[in-house]
């Protein structure tokens, strides 16, 4: 071949990669149950409408604000889109981390036309945020404890009972969700939790509450954890997303069971970062778009039992895909397991987050 071919084949090469590379779009999520459901109910069409588009799924959103406030202070985004709960929404929003986001612009209308503001109504709950689910946060328990004596828990405080139901527990490393249930296990009404843990006095009273589970606690801080530490005996109970447990009892077919009591309601959902080149920004809204209609939302409950945001999505809501069961029941929204329920405060955590943070990580090394 002669040295000009050679260079000009080069130079196509060369081409070619780079297109390839620039149509490579890194999507954050969760892991597990829950990213599998995203990858057939979003993911696969998406990229089969789009084959010049290669999604490449990261599980980091554990860690998403602390990596986006690092990558913007570098001056290099490297994430197209990113799964998150809507206070960490909210806090990377008011960072001018994320994208402002015109829902009746952006994103698609329902069926019958109605506008996307009014098909999510009130959980748009921050200007960059674009809710894909309602999901609830909530406890496992094994089934054949012989030390429980035949006896299940079916109260939140049972998690925190040692002596009619010995074993370890596994909760989550960050103090969301645990203070709370702790304080309304330390005789505080449902609807005074967030007064008190305004206090000083408060956030101590939970973490000592916290304490007396504290050498019986195994921490988590992949949603996947817990129900693999169920399956395998390592733990009694403990918490994770209430989709996570489907999987485990559902098609893992493990002795585990479901407590719904006091489950803590939340918003999950994406973000674009902000900062990223007009190519990258106009195809990640084009998979927003995609991915949040009435459709692909009510899609995504035929693989996990979270709600779909949008009221149009809830008539759409059938059958597992591969096990073939009414999903109906197994939302956190269903009547039965929705009779006592926390609502995650959004506000409150987008303003308490880091101060909280600090001061539970601290109480973990004590």
């Known amino acids: 071949m002669k040295f000009s071919h050679l260079v000009a084949a080069s130079a196509a090469a060369l081409m070619v990669a780079s297109v390839a590379k620039a149509e490579d779009m890194t999507i954050v999520s969760w892991g597990g149950a829950y990213s599998k459901s995203q990858l057939e109910a979003y993911h696969k069409p998406y990229m089969a409408k789009n084959p010049d588009v290669n ?75 674009i809710p894909q689910i309602v999901y609830s946060t909530t406890f496992g328990y094994r089934t054949d404890v012989a030390e429980w004596g035949g006896k299940t ?102 002795p585990v069971a479901m407590l719904w009591d006091w489950q803590v309601f939340d918003l999950d959902g994406w973000i674009i970062p902000a900062g990223l080149s007009d190519e990258r920004k106009k195809r990640a809204l084009d998979y927003i778009y995609f991915a949040t209609d009435t459709q692909r939302l009510a899609d995504q409950a035929k693989y996990i039992s979270y709600g779909p945001a949008r009221k149009s999505s809830a008539p759409l809501v059938g059958k597992h895909a591969d096990l073939g069961i009414e999903m109906a029941p197994h939302m956190p929204t269903d009547p039965e397991n929705a009779k006592n329920t926390l609502l995650y405060n959004y506000e409150w955590w987008a303003d308490n987050r880091d101060d909280l943070d600090a001061k539970f990580q601290a109480w973990l090394t004590q």
Not at 72 to 90: H, M, Q
Not at 93 to 109: F, N, S, T, V
């Open 153 to 254: 828990p079916d109260d939140i405080c049972d998690v925190f009972d040692l002596e009619n139901f010995p074993g370890k527990r596994s909760l989550e490393k960050r103090p969301i969700n645990n203070v709370e249930w702790a304080l309304l296990c330390d005789g505080v009404a449902a609807e005074d939790v967030y007064d008190v843990l305004s206090t000083e006095e408060g956030v101590d009273r939970a973490l000592a509450k916290l304490g007396t589970i504290k050498d019986d606690t195994i921490w988590w801080s992949a949603g996947a954890e817990t129900p693999q530490r169920l399956a395998d005996g390592e733990v009694v109970i403990g918490s994770t997303y209430n989709g996570r447990l489907f999987s485990v009892i559902e098609e893992q077919k493990q």
């Open 55 to 129: 999604i490449i799924n990261d599980e980091s959103s554990a860690e998403a604000v602390a990596k986006l406030r690092a990558m913007s202070e570098a001056g290099n985004v490297t994430w197209d889109v990113v799964d998150v709960v809507a206070a960490d929404a909210i806090r990377l929003c008011d960072e001018g981390l994320a994208l402002e986001i015109d829902p009746d612009k952006d994103l698609a209308p329902a069926p019958d036309g109605t506008p996307a503001s009014e098909d999510f109504g009130d959980l748009l709950v921050s200007d960059c945020f």
